[in-house]
């Protein structure tokens, strides 16, 4: 799932330099992740301590589907034949589409991150690190690879308290030790014996082979 | 013109999309050496593409060979369950728990990518029974892919968008070295000396990344501010809260829903103003849900504001009364704004004196009427849902004798982009609102009633907290206003209670299932109207608003005056017109502006026409973002191609008949499929 945000304000700036800014932001993956308010809070604050007009702010959606990008940019182009600069808000794709429909020099408003797992509909505790080699079998469904903060296959570090993983999750708030919760699952089901038997180790040369 | 949807067929992504890849076949008899009855259940990918016909998991090869594999294996196989999007926890649970063959597995097996084998895992451990979750597939990468740019990669996602700098080529994704500060030199005639080597053809991404930057001129800046790549951005940490952040989102209040832009601040700041009185009123006889009323009045007939000239007929049905007085000059059948059809309607020429019918007097005090009594003149003044589903309020009173109700929910979310008439109301009108509401609670008998408002309209929220608290100081009455997350659909009834009371309203079942009744604001001022001044309802609100109105504003309006008048007395801009009557989301397109305003009118919008046509047989991609906006936790992507396929039977049994067709799938489909008009047609055909 690729989620975008506002680029920073000093990489910004200086492209609202221009007399005629047109902006166009993507509202397509707003329900999922979008910096709306950031981008509108940016332009607003630009447009008050600088004076600089932005001429046209275009809300849009789906800047990735060509066929409709190509319609929509018809209705709009006399506003982007008249506009100096053109800042596009979105994710990498939409620049891509939008500076190739257009034949003219785009600037991204955003820059794009990729977030594993969160594919689809992800409303999940857990996440998927799309490793290429699924170890789900060995742990009766709990990722070591996510749910370890260490990644560890072969069992547990040793370093946890109290069922707490010492490594502080990024969020702040402490997270359970995965492999306390791998033992666990596998002793309620009867199938300690699976954690006996030696993992393989992991491929990392599956993570290229990726259908990219 | 390039088609979007169907990828180059000799380009590498062109086969598959999955985000999953079967196991080696050893790996899983390995795993399943101690089971002996298995279960199965698979996955159907997302971003993949449907057949016309559903193709679901179990006839996939790799299911089939994985059944087959089981069997070879002297297993017992019980069974297979297909569901889409795994996933999603919600809808998998629902699945999972009604399948009794799961619970006679002694291992489940599952085909999909590791989110979805987690899900089943967490579910089957604390729901069905200790066994075993096992993983036939290894979940591939799938960086870069998104929405609708399913054709070729296009974004690597790195976190620092160099496209800036680059004239819209994408350096990462197309330079084989993921070079950015220039060429490596190696390229042989423009072609990338990597693909050269691995026998593609390939073409170096900086020479066309160079030749762009001539043809914009901007050679000069570009390459000197290249920086260099900061492989630390973005950190887990912003990672992790993104995600944590989508998360609370989604199942705020209530799961799904969408956040469209609001656009209310064309008139939410402006009182309201009557609208100028109408030389002809059209009053249809049917402006409610159930059967037409009876007409009272023929051709020639002198009419008073306010004078019964249609009257109820059959179980479902509402008075209808004149909004002026004047002459009736036709009754005959009408264009009518809701209806396909024409319509019997009333009209009246208007004589400009207002001369009230004989009939119209207050109904006295409060204390005096009692729930039999105010029935009845609610009955009589013809009252309706003014919300927009315009359902007689006389009969929304008498429940069923087995049902108790015990709590009254005032509906002030207005969810609606654009409409402000609610939030108008609520705040100029706030003595008449909380005194209907409080007629409609003794009508019912009930002792708590809560008044619910979405967050965007604090102004709303201060002044009927202000004066349900004031009230509750005097007469120990029980109201409290609840301030809701603005998130659309939270004004539907279900989406409410669940928010204020955490009640679910059973599919297919009425809020008094659960002891509720829901009202909207408009309705109780209509109410109040009705006791204190004895007037039926013969105006209402409307709010008159969109990109192509000069000056958009909140109307008072008799019911009947025609749309063309009020958007002209609002100003109106030339060229290409979209008319909507209510709000974008599930209002109803018009044809044009010679209908009358009914009780149902809870605006009036005029836009741009939409730039692309919505269409049921622009292709499904599977993204699945329908399924996750459904406030109803419906399949919307399977029941579109259901209604494709005219499989009424199936559409029943998927449950088409619990869509509330608020227009929630059709708002984030990336690809435009007129998704709830297909289900509008399907609830009439099955």
Not at chain 1, 131 to 156: D, H, M, R, V
Not at chain 2, 59 to 85: H, P, T
Not at chain 2, 241 to 257: D, P
Not at chain 2, 479 to 507: C, D, F, H, S, W
Request: aromatic share 6%; charged share 25%; hydrophobic share 40%.
């Amino acid at each position: 799932m690729l989620v975008t945000q506002l680029k920073p304000k000093e990489e910004l700036l200086p492209i609202i330099q221009g007399e005629r800014v047109l902006t166009l932001q993507c509202y397509g993956c707003a329900g999922v992740f979008f910096p709306k308010e950031e981008i509108n809070l940016f332009l607003e604050e630009v447009t008050a301590s600088s004076g600089r007009a932005i001429v046209k702010n275009i809300i849009t959606d789906y800047l990735c589907n060509h066929e409709y990008t190509r319609a929509r940019i018809g209705l709009w182009s006399e506003d982007f034949k008249k506009a100096e600069k053109i800042i596009v808000f979105s994710c990498g794709v939409g620049v891509q589409v939008v500076s190739l429909l257009l034949g003219k020099h785009v600037y991204p408003g955003c820059d794009t991150i990729y977030l594993n797992g969160f594919q689809g509909l992800t409303t999940l505790n857990f996440d998927c690190a799309q490793c290429g080699e699924c170890f789900l079998n060995y742990t009766s469904g709990i990722c070591p690879l996510t749910a370890c903060a260490k990644s560890l296959l072969n069992g547990p570090c040793g370093g946890a308290k109290n069922g707490k993983c010492e490594v502080a999750s990024p969020t702040g708030t402490l997270m359970d030790c995965g492999w306390e919760k791998i033992y666990k699952k596998l002793e309620a089901i009867g199938r300690l014996d699976i954690l006996k038997e030696v993992i393989r180790l992991r491929d990392y040369k599956k993570l290229e082979t990726g259908i990219k | 013109m390039e088609k979007l949807f169907q990828p180059k067929a000799d380009s590498p992504q062109a086969k598959d999309y999955s985000k999953f890849v079967l196991k080696p076949k050893e790996e899983i008899i390995a795993q399943l050496k101690e089971a002996n009855k298995i279960f199965l259940i698979g996955c159907n990918k997302c971003f993949k593409e449907f057949k016309k016909e559903i193709i679901t998991a179990s006839e996939e090869n790799e299911c089939v060979e994985l059944i087959k594999m089981i069997r070879e294996e002297g297993k017992k196989f019980l069974g297979c369950l297909d569901i889409d999007f795994l996933c999603n926890r919600i809808i998998t649970e629902k699945i999972i728990l009604k399948e009794e063959k799961l619970k006679d597995a002694d291992c489940v097996l599952v085909n999909s990518c590791g989110l979805g084998v987690q899900t089943v895992a967490e579910l089957v451990e604390g729901v069905v029974a200790p066994v075993p979750v096992f993983t036939a597939a290894d979940s591939v990468p799938q960086g870069g892919q998104h929405s609708l740019a399913l054709d070729e990669e296009k974004c690597a996602a790195c976190g620092q968008c160099f496209l800036g700098l680059t004239a819209g080529i994408c350096p990462i994704v197309n330079c084989a070295k993921e070079l950015v500060n220039g060429p490596c030199g190696g390229a042989k005639n423009g072609k990338c000396e990597v693909a050269i080597a691995t026998g593609l053809d390939k073409d170096c991404a900086w020479d066309k990344i160079y030749q762009r930057l001539t043809l914009y001129g901007l050679l000069g800046d570009a390459v000197d501010t290249s920086k260099i790549r900061d492989y630390i951005k973005p950190s887990l940490k912003t990672k992790d809260a993104l995600t944590v952040s989508v998360r609370e989102r989604r199942f705020e209040g209530f799961y799904g829903g969408v956040y469209p832009l609001e656009k209310k601040e064309f008139t939410n700041h402006k009182p309201i103003r009557v609208a100028p009185e109408p030389k002809q009123v059209v009053i249809p006889l049917l402006q409610h849900s159930g059967c037409p009323a009876e007409p009272l009045v023929k051709p020639g007939d002198k009419v008073f504001v306010g004078q019964k000239i249609g009257q109820a007929k059959g179980l479902i049905s509402a008075n209808i009364h004149s909004s002026i007085s004047g002459k009736v000059v036709a009754v005959e059948p009408r264009a009518h704004p809701v209806c396909a059809d024409k319509i019997l309607s009333v009209v009246i020429e208007n004589d400009g004196e207002n001369q009230l019918a004989p009939e119209i007097k207050p109904k006295g005090e409060l204390k005096d009427l009692s729930p039999k009594k105010i029935k009845e003149i609610i009955y009589e003044a013809g009252i309706v849902g003014l919300g927009g589903a315009m359902f007689p309020a006389h009969i929304k009173l008498c429940p069923p004798e087995s049902k108790r109700i015990d709590t009254f929910i005032l509906n002030g979310a207005e969810c609606e982009p654009y409409l402000t008439a609610d939030e108008r109301i609520m705040v100029e009108r706030t003595e008449d609102v909380v005194y209907g509401m409080k007629v409609l609670m003794k009508a019912l008998g009930v002792e708590k009633g809560y008044i619910a408002i979405e967050e965007n309209k604090p102004e709303a929220i201060e002044k009927l907290r202000a004066k349900s608290e004031e009230r509750r100081a005097k007469s120990k009455e029980n109201i409290e206003v609840v301030a809701v997350k603005t998130k659309y659909p939270q004004g539907a009834e279900r989406m409410l209670i669940k928010r204020i009371l955490n009640r679910e309203v059973p599919l297919g079942g009425l809020p008094f299932d659960v002891g509720v009744l829901v009202n909207n604001v408009g309705t109780a001022v209509a109410v109040a109207e009705a006791i204190k001044t004895g007037l039926p309802l013969i105006k209402r609100v409307v709010t008159v608003s969109g990109e192509k109105i000069k000056n958009p504003e909140n109307l008072e309006v008799k019911i009947g005056a025609l749309f063309k008048d009020l958007v002209n007395f609002c100003g109106i801009d030339g060229g290409d017109l979209e008319i909507k009557m209510g709000g974008p989301m599930m209002g109803i397109v018009e044809e044009n502006l010679d209908l009358p305003v009914i009780k149902g009118t809870t605006g009036i919008l005029v836009t741009f026409p939409s730039e692309i046509k919505f269409d049921l047989l622009k292709p499904c991609i599977k993204c699945g973002r329908c399924l996750d906006v459904c406030p109803m936790e419906l399949n919307p992507s399977n029941l579109g191609l259901y209604t494709e396929s005219e499989n009424w039977k199936r559409m029943h049994s998927e449950g088409v008949l619990n869509c509330i067709e608020c227009g929630c799938c059709n708002y984030i489909c990336p690809s435009k499929r007129s998704l709830v008009e297909a289900f509008k047609l399907a609830k009439r055909k099955c």
